[in-house]
């Protein structure tokens, strides 16, 4: 019985433990385009510490050495006010008219600044934070747009173009809605490129929540549709249409049941702000005068927004720019010469960013570094000459 036991169950074999294969160190695999990013946030990086440098110099002179004091200059202060105490319960009033508010400024920006104080940030580290980190993501965005509308060299070239430019000074020196709302704007143009509509619509809408400049991402928005229209197609953009304005058109609507008033917006800002649209007439009253302080700013400086709009207008037809982008750059500059307070002014400028990827487009070769060096050259200046000579340069 035993050995037809040892016959059926076979011969018995020793346990041995198999080897285990030798394993080689594998290095981990980033994605191709990990080392362009990383330069150009490295370049954004030497951008921040050079204005972080100005902001030195301008509170040593005009701010008893408080690094804070230029960062919350001009309009500044509002957007940290709001995201400590909200909006006025009552609209602030003098004389029987409006008077300067906080409800003209919009509600993204101080809502990012107040999510990171309940985590424990000062306002200024949170309004600082939110800046850095927006402001890295905008060049990324920046790059990648002018990438999907040309190609890696331009996008490359125009995210430094638009991290050196003058306005960036303001838009990122100071604490205001630029540093959110453009990168908003660069991610609603790219979503739309890639015709993510419904994505587009939504980060549209976080765009004109942030600041009334991105509105003009509707015209951006409505040149695909009137070609699928033409094409007697249904337009999927038109979800981008509908959504896009919804972000600004929702806060002014809640305005006017706040403060009872169905205008309200536009009244705080003719009012207290006396803004209101005279088709041009201000700037083109402003330019002969070469040295006089206007409402857009000085005459000086407006010709110089003169002589770069008339460049970024080149540049766009020369690079035969999508649609999209022409009509929201055309849109962005239009808005600018009606309205009397607002002018061509380097802040305001910003918004027509997509203007520097058909600079880069159409310098591709040669002659984009010197505009470069000589925007880089402005930036520290446009920040100290803001933030300590005041109203003999007007509002930035």
Not at 157 to 171: E, K, R, S, T
Not at 284 to 302: T, V
Request: with cysteine; glycine share 8%.
């Amino acid at each position: 019985m035993a050995d037809l036991f040892d016959q059926l169950a076979g011969p018995v074999q020793p346990r041995t433990k198999a080897p285990r294969p030798a394993r080689s160190f594998e290095p981990p695999v980033f994605p191709s385009w990990t080392g362009p990013a990383l330069r150009i946030l490295g370049f954004y990086a030497i951008v921040r510490g050079a204005l972080l440098l100005a902001d030195s110099l301008s509170a040593r002179l005009q701010y008893s050495g408080e690094l804070s004091g230029p960062l919350l200059s001009w309009d500044a202060h509002h957007y940290l006010q709001v995201a400590a105490n909200g909006y006025p319960a009552v609209a602030p009033r003098a004389g029987g008219h409006l008077t300067y508010s906080n409800a003209n400024f919009l509600p993204v920006f101080p809502f990012l600044i107040r999510v990171l104080e309940w985590m424990g940030l000062s306002s200024v580290g949170a309004g600082t934070f939110v800046s850095l980190v927006s402001g890295a993501v905008a060049v990324v965005l920046v790059w990648r747009l002018g990438a999907a509308l040309f190609d890696e060299q331009v996008g490359r070239n125009a995210a430094i173009l638009f991290a050196v430019f003058p306005g960036m000074a303001i838009a990122w020196g100071l604490f205001y809605s630029e540093c959110v709302g453009l990168t908003l704007v660069a991610g609603c143009l790219l979503l739309m490129v890639r015709e993510r509509w419904v994505w587009a619509g939504v980060v549209g809408a976080l765009a004109t929540a942030t600041n009334p400049a991105a509105l003009p991402l509707e015209l951006a928005a409505l040149v695909p549709t009137i070609q699928a229209l033409r094409r007697h197609k249904l337009p999927p953009s038109l979800s981008t249409v509908v959504l896009v304005p919804t972000g600004f058109l929702a806060y002014v609507v809640w305005l006017a049941i706040k403060y009872h008033d169905t205008l309200y917006w536009w009244h705080l800002n003719h009012q207290a702000w006396d803004t209101s649209v005279d088709f041009g007439r201000s700037l083109l009253a402003l330019l002969p005068h070469f040295w006089r302080l206007g409402l857009p700013g000085p005459g000086w400086l407006e010709w110089m927004g003169v002589f770069a709009v008339a460049g970024a207008v080149v540049a766009l037809v020369r690079a035969k720019a999508p649609g999209l982008i022409n009509a929201y750059c055309i849109g962005v500059l239009v808005l600018l010469f009606v309205s009397d307070t607002s002018g061509f002014r380097p802040r305001l400028l910003t918004w027509a960013f997509p203007a520097l990827i058909a600079v880069a487009a159409v310098t591709r070769r040669r002659g984009w570094q010197p505009i470069a060096i000589a925007f880089a050259c402005l930036l520290p200046i446009t920040f100290v000459v803001y933030t300590t000579l005041g109203n003999t340069m007007g509002a930035p």
